[in-house]
């Protein structure tokens, strides 16, 4: 019964940006750090980024540093995953992830429950 809903995917130019939105229905939120991963068509889910529970603490795939900005707001159950400077290679299903013990991990297996995905795609 615990549901995670991403929203906010579309289509965008390079050089764009998007806003993910992740609702978590867990509680407390504040006791899960939230991650967020991609998945190309005939590649593997890999690890984009992560926020721990209370927000303070933030972690990036090489690929999207100085470009994403991972955020939550516990009082509303949402995680966001802000995507600027967007580049063609940045195209994928988004997932964002909960995990509950542990902190922030950048494993997909390491992660509690996963949320429907989102499609971004960034044209040339």
């Known amino acids: 019964q615990v549901r995670l809903v991403e929203s906010g995917g579309g289509l965008v130019q390079a050089g764009g940006s998007l806003r993910l939105s992740c609702v978590v229905s867990?509680?407390?939120?504040?006791?899960?750090?939230m991650g967020w991963f991609r998945q190309a068509p005939g590649k593997e889910r890999q690890f984009v980024a992560v926020i721990d529970r209370s927000g303070t603490s933030t972690d990036y795939a090489d690929s999207v540093k100085g470009r994403f900005t991972a955020s939550r707001d516990n009082r509303k159950n949402t995680a966001y995953l802000q995507m600027d400077s967007l580049k063609p290679e940045d195209t994928a299903v988004y997932f964002c992830?909960?995990?509950?013990?542990?902190?922030?991990?950048?494993?997909?297996?390491?992660?509690?429950?996963w949320g429907q995905g989102t499609q971004v795609t960034v044209s040339s």
């Open positions: 992830a909960a995990r509950r013990q542990g902190g922030m991990s950048m494993y997909r297996d390491e992660y509690d429950y």
């Open positions: 867990v509680r407390p939120f504040n006791l899960w750090s």
